[in-house]
């Protein structure tokens, strides 16, 4: 039972436009939700991540969006750069226990100079 | 200095075979994780120790043994090997436990042939 959805396996942009990665989760316990990068031969590395009382958090170009009510997020990365190819995981969680995250499959993003 | 560090970065092993897989950080983390990274590319908890102790045990083959001697450190043991356990075995600290930002190691690929 997938409890966190990342419907799209792979996408690809141009240098310089947005990236919007898409994640949906099942779990209306879940209250704090991350995005985690993974490059090739590598352990996936923390990006960003959302509390539940929020709705937005930014940092640099990177910016993720909850819609609690849809049960969904985004991860938006303006401008994308060749750099930001990678695998991108999105993980939820309770926050404040030893909950496990759940994490969703991976969307390989693939930005094209 | 790596952070969090696996040993071996490969493993190529027969059927019915028993090998260990060792995992140490050195970031002063409390709680550590072990997670498997199938063929589909899930990425799954298998366990969790804050401490030295077990906190999270996921529905695990008993097969598979965790081992934390101290804080710095959680090896995995696996007897008696299957085709089924080849995958990406990453381990993993956080500061805290149910720290969603957790710290990955470069991952064991472990090839059961």
């Known amino acids: 039972d997938q409890q966190v959805k990342q419907n799209s396996p792979s996408l690809s942009v141009q240098e310089g436009r947005i990236s919007i990665l898409n994640c949906d989760y099942t779990?209306?316990?879940?209250?704090?939700f991350l995005w985690y990068k993974k490059y090739p031969a590598e352990g996936p590395t923390f990006l960003i991540s959302?509390?539940?009382?929020?709705d937005k958090n930014e940092d640099g170009r990177f910016t993720v969006f909850l819609n609690k009510s849809a049960k969904h997020l985004s991860l938006h990365i303006v401008p994308s750069q060749p750099g930001d190819s990678a695998v991108y995981f999105c993980?939820?969680?309770?926050?404040?226990?030893?909950?496990?995250?759940?994490f969703g499959k991976g969307t390989k993003l693939t930005v094209n100079p | 200095d790596t952070a969090v560090s696996q040993t071996p970065k490969y493993l190529v092993t027969q059927m019915g075979n028993d090998k260990s897989i060792k995992c140490e950080q050195n970031?002063?983390?409390?709680?550590m994780y072990w997670y498997k990274q199938d063929s589909k590319k899930f990425l799954k908890i298998m366990f969790s120790y804050n401490n030295k102790e077990l906190i999270i045990n996921e529905t695990v083959p008993n097969r598979f043994s965790p081992k934390s001697p101290d804080k710095a450190h959680l090896n995995l043991h696996i007897n008696s090997l299957e085709l089924g356990d080849s995958a990406v075995y990453f381990c993993?600290?956080?500061?805290?436990?149910?720290?969603?930002?957790?710290?990955f190691g470069p991952g064991t690929r472990l090839t059961v042939t």
């Open positions: 959302i509390s539940s009382i929020k």
């Open positions: 970031l002063g983390h409390d709680t």
């Open positions: 993993a600290s956080s500061r805290l436990a149910g720290d969603g930002e957790q710290y």
């Open positions: 993980a939820a969680t309770l926050q404040g226990g030893s909950e496990k995250l759940v």
């Open positions: 779990n209306s316990m879940f209250d704090y």
